[in-house]
Each structure stands twice: as structure tokens, then as C-alpha cells.
């Protein structure tokens, strides 16, 4: 395939992808539809949401606001998508919007906010997100390049809480982490304050938010440089354009102080109980087991009613080794939210180390079931496995296995080790060449991450009379991860090229 025609087919493919921005009325490269933009944000809500702490119940009064407000902005928009807005239980300030206008923001965003007309900036700006299908029109671009990589390598040849999700889960957290780019960052500033004002909001909030936004950036804090900033990078030159939008909008508006200040009060009196909270995630994470404890206690006993606490208080209890005082402790985290993945998870885990394993795939299948996770999966696969039901050892191990990480590493040596003896050919690559007299030489390749040993190869040949034969051969020695190991068969002649009559039909793990 010449280099030409290959540009020319992406070209055609480019101008069959554009479409009309409903939000700009520019033309954009689209090759997601807005039903499918809709079914991606409605599949992946309950899920990232999950990821990312759960939703902040604590506070329903809150919530009803912050929807509120955002219902107020969404009304503005040119585009009439199901959108919804949620405040997650995430102290780490960030705020972000899935395709088909799935929106949420997280606590720890909320309480760096000053008023109502900030919060309308924040809500707009990813409204404009949503409307604008800028995640689309990523994925779109994504699509392109792909195809242009393909046509390439194939013209070039001319042949042939929260990283624990698997599955289709882990594809909200890369939509929500996709980096806007700077045209797609200042689109969404000046349609978004457009919105805030249409909807009675002071655009100048937009303005002060920024400028605290770039302060913020300056003071290179971690936790809004993996949350926001990390999707939605700060710039002065935002805060510029800020500026001249508000001059053409009209003065005034809603700014909302003593309302926002009212709606936060319950979440900002309990700031120093999940201050706390994160202190101890940090402290045993850094396996400060005793300082993460403490804190813990601290933040119970400011706020006792957060389930988060008591599931800290439980990891403490894991990583100790004990397993009855843990599943007490998410015994409490589940009484009060019982829909959330990681109490469920962690218990399962402490019930499986008791050998309590009915309970455990209870509470790991509704883990589960509420997000699929690498860790519950591969218990899952642990269990089946010690009660002889190879079939479901495999299925949640090859979840696992694709997903990388040492979860990932790990299931694949389960896998080799169920699947090795019964589908050798599967693990154990074969290749076959000549040797200086013509003879047959099969070389085999270990293809998997653990020491193999037992090699057996059968050939196929035909005899002088013209008659199928096989002849089995064994690979002596164990063979390293990666390496190649070879037997000379004797038979032949074989030609280089000409194809490779041999199969693998035994191997296992050499322990």
C-alpha cells in the first residue's frame, strides 16, 4: 500500500468524521456519536464514582445544592443532555465530567471554593465539557491516529479507591484524566462564564477562581497537582482571557456568599475530622502503622459517623494480621454505607485469611458488583482454585491478567500454572529450521514469566512409503522465562520456510 493512498484514506476518513460543535458551531473531528457519548457517561458514573470515594452522603443537603446550581448552568447549554452532578466523598480537589454530561466534583474541591458564583465557574466549565464533547473529540482523534499507525505498519510491510479496577471499569478513569488541551481549556472558560451569566451568576467569579487557581499551582501542592491541575492545567493566560470575557458580559449578578457559606457549614465543620482521615492514609501507606491508627481514633472521634474512618481503622488491623478486630472494624463501615465497594472488598480479604471463604466470596462478588476490582478477582480465583473449580479459578484470573501491576503478574503465573499442563501450545512458542545436513531442529520458547520444564514436541512426517507418522521428543532441562531451548530430531530433509509440523504437547511449571 503506497504512503499516498494511505494519506488519502485518512483524509477521507478525517473530513466522513467532522461535525458541527454544538457549543462553538466550529467544525471538529467526531467519530463518536452522542448516543454512544451518552451510554459511555451512563455506564462509567456508578463506577468512577466508586474509584473515587464514593458519594459524599454525609451531607445530602449539599448535594441537593450543588445540583441545583448545576441544573441552573445546564439549562443554559445548547445541548439537552441527561445531565447529572455529584459530589464525591474525595478530599483531593478536582472536579470532572464524563461524555453525556456526567459531572461531579469532589469535597475536597468544595471547601477551597469561596462562593456560589465560584462553584457555578467550576459546574460551567465542565458543563461546557460535556456539551462541547471535547473527551469525544479526544477519543475521535485517538481513533485517527490509531488508524494511521495501522496503515503505516501494514504499507510498511505489505503483510500480514480511586487503580485497582479492571475491566471495563478502568476505562472512566482514563476518560476523566484525558489532559484538556489549552483551545479546549479556554473554550470552556468562555462558554462556561457565558452560561453563568445567562443563568444570573457574576462571570467575575470565574476570574477570582482562576487567579486562586494559579496561586495554588505555584504552591506546587501535590494533592492539586494529581487532581485538578492534573486534567486541567492553570494558566495566567486563562486568567487574562477571564478577565476580558467578564468585561463583555454584563455587570453584576448572583455571587452567592452567604448561601455557599451556609450550604458548607456541616463540611467545613468536619474538615479537621477528615484532615485527620488523610493524614492516616498517608501514614500507613507509609506504613506508619501505629501513627496511621492514631489518627484514625482522631478523626473518629471528631466525626464518628464516617465510614471511611472506620475502614482505615480496619486496614491498620489487616496489615497487622488482625483479621477479627479488621472485619469489625468494616463490619461498622458497611452498617453505615453499605454501597460502596471497598468495605466489602477489605472485608472479603480478612474472611478469606480466617478461612471464612463462604463470607468472603459474599462480600468479594458484591464488591464486585459494585466495581470490579484486580485484588477481589484474584481472591475470587484463590478460592475457586482450593475448592478444585478449575473453570472459575481461570475466568477471574484472566481478569486479573490483564490488567498489569503485580496483580497482573501474578495471575498470569496462576494461569500458567492451571492452564500449562493442558494447553502447552498456548504458553510454549515453537519454531522450526534446518541444521547443516538438513535435518529437522525444533526450537521452543517460553513465553510465560515462570521457570518451565517437561517440553515434549510431536512431529508429524511422512515415511519412505509416503505414510503420516509421529514421533514424540522431549526438551531436556527446565527453560528460563523468555529463553529458547532445541532438539535435533534427525529427520528429514526439512527446508527452510516450508511449515512446521510439530506441536507442543507437554510442559509444567518447574517447582
Not at 465557574?121 to 482523534?141: D, K, M, N, P, Y
Not at 479492571?166 to 473554550?187: N, S
Request: contains cysteine.
Amino acid at each position: 500500500m503506497r504512503k499516498s493512498t494511505i494519506l488519502l484514506a485518512i483524509s477521507f476518513a478525517f473530513l466522513a468524521g467532522c461535525a458541527v460543535n454544538p457549543v462553538t458551531g466550529k467544525r471538529q473531528l467526531m467519530t463518536v456519536s452522542t448516543a454512544s457519548e451518552i451510554q459511555m457517561g451512563q455506564q462509567n458514573y456508578a463506577p468512577m464514582q466508586q474509584s473515587q470515594g464514593g458519594e459524599y452522603d454525609i451531607d445530602p443537603e449539599l448535594t441537593r445544592y450543588v445540583d441545583g446550581v448545576g441544573a441552573r448552568l445546564a439549562a443554559q447549554s445548547e445541548v439537552p443532555l441527561p445531565y447529572e452532578f455529584v459530589v464525591l466523598n474525595n478530599s483531593v480537589p478536582n472536579a470532572w465530567a464524563l461524555p453525556g454530561g456526567k459531572i461531579a466534583i469532589n469535597r475536597g474541591l468544595l471547601t477551597e471554593l469561596e462562593s456560589e458564583a465560584e462553584l457555578a465557574a467550576v459546574l460551567g466549565h465542565e458543563v461546557v465539557h460535556a456539551a462541547a464533547r471535547h473527551t469525544a473529540s479526544q477519543i475521535s482523534r485517538g481513533m485517527v491516529l490509531q488508524g494511521l499507525v495501522l496503515a503505516t505498519a501494514v504499507a510498511s510491510s505489505d503483510s500480514d479507591y480511586g487503580n485497582l479496577a479492571v475491566g471495563g471499569a478502568g476505562l472512566a478513569a482514563q476518560l476523566v484524566t484525558m489532559k484538556y488541551g489549552r483551545d479546549a481549556e479556554l473554550e470552556s472558560d468562555f462558554y462556561g462564564m457565558q452560561y453563568m451569566s445567562k443563568a444570573g451568576y457574576d462571570p467575575k467569579g470565574a476570574v477570582s477562581l482562576q487567579e486562586t487557581f494559579v496561586r495554588l499551582s505555584e504552591g506546587r501542592r501535590t494533592d492539586w497537582l494529581s487532581g485538578l491541575f492534573a486534567s486541567h492545567p492553570p494558566s495566567q493566560e486563562r486568567v487574562n482571557a477571564n478577565r476580558q470575557t467578564a468585561m463583555s458580559l454584563p455587570a453584576g449578578g448572583k455571587t452567592g456568599e452567604a448561601e455557599f457559606q451556609r450550604a458548607m457549614q456541616k463540611t467545613r465543620a468536619t474538615k479537621p475530622a477528615y484532615d485527620a482521615y488523610d493524614e492516616g492514609r498517608k501514614a500507613l501507606s507509609e506504613k506508619k502503622t501505629d501513627e496511621a491508627l492514631a489518627l484514625a481514633n482522631k478523626a473518629l472521634g471528631l466525626f464518628p459517623d464516617e465510614a471511611h474512618f472506620h475502614a482505615l481503622r480496619g486496614d491498620v488491623r489487616l496489615v497487622a494480621d488482625k483479621y477479627d478486630m479488621a472485619i469489625t472494624n468494616y463490619d461498622r463501615a458497611v452498617e453505615r454505607r453499605n454501597e460502596f465497594f471497598y468495605y466489602h472488598l477489605q472485608r472479603g480479604l480478612a474472611r478469606n485469611e480466617l478461612g471464612q471463604t463462604d463470607g468472603a466470596v459474599v462480600d468479594l462478588e458484591k464488591s464486585i458488583e459494585l466495581l470490579p476490582t484486580a485484588p477481589a478477582h484474584y481472591a475470587l480465583g484463590g478460592i475457586a482454585r482450593a475448592r478444585g473449580n478449575m473453570p472459575e479459578a481461570i475466568k477471574h484470573y484472566k481478569v486479573v491478567a490483564g490488567a498489569g501491576g503485580d496483580y497482573g503478574k501474578a495471575a498470569t503465573t496462576e494461569l500458567v500454572r492451571l492452564e500449562l499442563p493442558t494447553n502447552p501450545g498456548a504458553y510454549v512458542l515453537r519454531r522450526c529450521d534446518p541444521d547443516a545436513n538438513g535435518k529437522l531442529v525444533v526450537s521452543v520458547k517460553n513465553d510465560t514469566a515462570v521457570q518451565i520444564t517437561g517440553v515434549q514436541v510431536v512431529v508429524q512426517y511422512a515415511d519412505e512409503t509416503g505414510r503420516q507418522q509421529q514421533v514424540r521428543h522431549d526438551v531436556l532441562g527446565q527453560i528460563p522465562p523468555g529463553q529458547i531451548a532445541s532438539v535435533n530430531t534427525g529427520l528429514g530433509p526439512y527446508t527452510a520456510g516450508a511449515n512446521c509440523p510439530v506441536t507442543v504437547v507437554a510442559a509444567q511449571v518447574a517447582e
